[in-house]
């Protein structure tokens, strides 16, 4: 039983998407993210575990891959399990520094696209049959199943294990979702995760603001990032949770484990949990009529792929595409039952917002609605408390406000009541809000380096 791992960058999905279908017509199983990656599941985990369980990695060599850090990754987890790499150079590349130490003594081989009556692809071809142990006669086959996730490992593709019951975002919309696990940003300050799972922050200088960057700035291993005005949500990389928050209710989260994601409100905090439950730590909203603070029961919430949490209401995707949500509904911010095809969501201060796999915007605001159902080709949204932002297939940005500025190159954006940030191709962060000296600080982080 055997695959290929397939290491693009999502500059050049065609060409990956290409080779994909290629190996696939040949009876070779691949294994490629964004797709194979299960839902509710964290990239990291999935991308390593495929990795290490792969026969062999077919790397699309191209300048912009060398300039991926995702793909640098990719290659060195490949060479550290001492799989086989078979570099297939698109255009003119000089290797760089670090990917010259990975593959310089791989046989190198030169392609103009992927044609399969090229005599080069089907060298290529044989050599990695020689490594899956797969004839052209074989049916396509399935990878074994890591042992590390029980309920959903990553699996090759193949016209057997297509499923129609679930919308699918496409790869950008998946790859701006997982960016936006690198931010977070609370009205008094932001944080940005790095690639060594350690995290920058940022707290205005504002008085009477009782925050210690080194908080954060000492955790390690983390794989996302949450923020509530007040507090700090971090997952690390073995399922479990840590917050800056240790005295009150919002802070009870030392003992949950196999969470899979983290969103924060005002003062709560939400885990979806690896079986597609949904826990909560903290009061999500003050109730006038009884004069008590209420966290509502989520017990009942099932197959859950991702949360996002308003300032006092969460909302959670669900794995056919519906939107449940419960808390403060003062503003119909909660009223998503009727909404379908979604594969994101974001939830602010009395709006939740959903993006549909073709690209379009809906909302629980009659007045944003008039704005965003207009919009195409969007791959991330987020609301600040005052307008939406949403990201855009060729990186730039939108907003439904008119005197906010716009940006190109962006891969992922994160908001608060307050403000957004933006994550650039080069791992620079942009902080567009109301505590300028956050913004002062941002500008000098790279989450790349």
Same mark, same amino acid.
């Given at each position: 039983?055997?695959?290929?791992?397939?290491?693009?960058?999502?500059?050049?999905?065609?060409?990956?998407?290409?080779?994909? *279908?290629?190996?696939? *017509?040949?009876?070779?199983?691949?294994?490629?993210?964004?797709?194979?990656?299960?839902?509710?599941?964290?990239?990291?985990?999935?991308?390593?575990?495929?990795?290490?369980?792969?026969?062999?990695?077919?790397?699309?060599?191209?300048?912009?891959?060398?300039?991926?850090?995702?793909?640098?990754?990719?290659?060195?987890?490949?060479?550290?399990?001492?799989?086989?790499?078979?570099?297939?150079?698109?255009?003119?590349?000089?290797?760089?520094?670090?990917?010259?130490?990975?593959?310089?003594?791989?046989?190198?081989?030169?392609?103009?696209?992927?044609?399969?009556?090229?005599?080069?692809?089907?060298?290529?071809?044989?050599?990695?049959?020689?490594?899956?142990?797969?004839?052209?006669?074989?049916?396509?086959?399935?990878?074994?199943?890591?042992? &590390? &996730?029980?309920?959903?490992?990553?699996?090759?593709?193949?016209?057997? &294990?297509?499923?129609?019951?679930?919308?699918?975002?496409?790869?950008?919309?998946?790859?701006?979702?997982?960016?936006?696990?690198?931010?977070?940003?609370?009205?008094?300050?932001?944080?940005?995760?790095?690639?060594?799972?350690?995290?920058?922050?940022?707290?205005?200088?504002?008085?009477?603001?009782?925050?210690?960057?080194?908080?954060?700035?000492?955790?390690?291993?983390?794989?996302?990032?949450?923020?509530?005005?007040?507090?700090?949500?971090?997952?690390?990389?073995?399922?479990?949770?840590?917050?800056?928050? %240790?005295? %009150?209710?919002?802070? *009870?989260?030392?003992?949950?484990?196999?969470? %899979?994601?983290?969103?924060?409100?005002?003062?709560?905090?939400?885990?979806? *949990?690896?079986?597609?439950?949904?826990?909560?730590?903290?009061?999500?909203?003050?109730?006038?009529?009884?004069?008590?603070?209420?966290?509502?029961?989520?017990?009942?919430?099932?197959?859950?792929?991702?949360?996002?949490?308003?300032? &006092?209401?969460?909302?959670?995707?669900?794995?056919?595409?519906?939107?449940?949500?419960?808390?403060?509904?003062?503003?119909?911010?909660?009223?998503?039952?009727?909404?379908?095809?979604?594969?994101?969501?974001?939830?602010?201060?009395?709006?939740?917002?959903?993006?549909?796999?073709?690209?379009?915007?809906?909302?629980?605001?009659?007045?944003?609605?008039?704005?965003?159902?207009?919009?195409?080709?969007?791959?991330?949204?987020?609301?600040?408390?005052?307008?939406?932002?949403?990201?855009?297939?060729?990186?730039?940005?939108?907003?439904?406000?008119?005197?906010?500025?716009?940006?190109?190159?962006?891969?992922?954006?994160?908001?608060?009541?307050?403000? %957004?940030?933006?994550?650039?191709?080069?791992?620079?962060?942009?902080?567009?809000?109301?505590?300028?000296?956050?913004?002062?600080?941002?500008?000098?982080?790279?989450?790349?380096?």
């Amino acid at each position: 039983m055997s695959y290929v791992f397939i290491s693009y960058s999502s500059k050049n999905q065609a060409a990956a998407d290409a080779m994909k *279908k290629l190996l696939e *017509k040949n009876n070779i199983a691949t294994w490629m993210a964004p797709g194979d990656i299960p839902p509710a599941s964290t990239y990291a985990k999935e991308i390593n575990s495929a990795i290490r369980n792969c026969a062999c990695m077919v790397l699309m060599l191209t300048n912009d891959a060398q300039n991926s850090v995702w793909v640098a990754k990719e290659v060195e987890r490949a060479v550290h399990y001492r799989k086989p790499v078979l570099p297939l150079q698109l255009e003119d590349v000089v290797l760089n520094d670090e990917f010259e130490f990975y593959i310089s003594t791989n046989q190198i081989v030169a392609v103009n696209r992927i044609d399969e009556t090229s005599a080069e692809l089907q060298r290529a071809l044989a050599a990695i049959r020689s490594y899956t142990g797969d004839t052209p006669s074989k049916d396509p086959v399935s990878p074994p199943a890591p042992a &590390h &996730h029980p309920v959903s490992s990553p699996q090759p593709s193949s016209s057997a &294990h297509k499923t129609a019951s679930r919308p699918h975002p496409t790869a950008k919309q998946s790859f701006a979702q997982e960016m936006g696990k690198k931010l977070a940003v609370g009205h008094y300050h932001a944080i940005g995760l790095k690639n060594d799972g350690t995290l920058l922050a940022a707290v205005t200088t504002a008085k009477n603001i009782k925050y210690d960057p080194s908080d954060v700035q000492q955790w390690r291993n983390i794989t996302a990032v949450a923020a509530g005005d007040y507090h700090t949500v971090g997952l690390r990389f073995d399922g479990t949770v840590i917050t800056t928050d %240790t005295t %009150t209710d919002t802070g *009870k989260v030392s003992d949950w484990t196999d969470i %899979t994601a983290v969103t924060a409100g005002l003062r709560y905090t939400a885990g979806l *949990k690896n079986d597609g439950t949904v826990v909560i730590g903290g009061s999500m909203y003050f109730d006038t009529v009884s004069g008590t603070l209420i966290t509502p029961d989520v017990s009942s919430w099932k197959n859950i792929i991702a949360i996002a949490a308003g300032d &006092h209401h969460l909302v959670g995707l669900q794995q056919d595409g519906t939107v449940i949500a419960t808390g403060k509904n003062d503003r119909g911010q909660c009223q998503t039952e009727e909404w379908t095809d979604i594969v994101a969501i974001a939830a602010g201060y009395y709006i939740t917002a959903g993006l549909r796999a073709d690209g379009t915007v809906i909302t629980t605001s009659v007045e944003e609605n008039k704005i965003a159902a207009k919009w195409t080709d969007i791959v991330a949204v987020s609301f600040n408390g005052l307008y939406i932002s949403a990201l855009k297939a060729d990186g730039t940005t939108i907003t439904t406000s008119y005197n906010n500025k716009t940006y190109s190159d962006v891969i992922a954006l994160s908001s608060s009541s307050s403000a %957004t940030l933006f994550l650039k191709e080069d791992g620079s962060v942009i902080y567009e809000g109301l505590m300028k000296s956050i913004g002062n600080k941002t500008k000098h982080w790279n989450l790349f380096k």
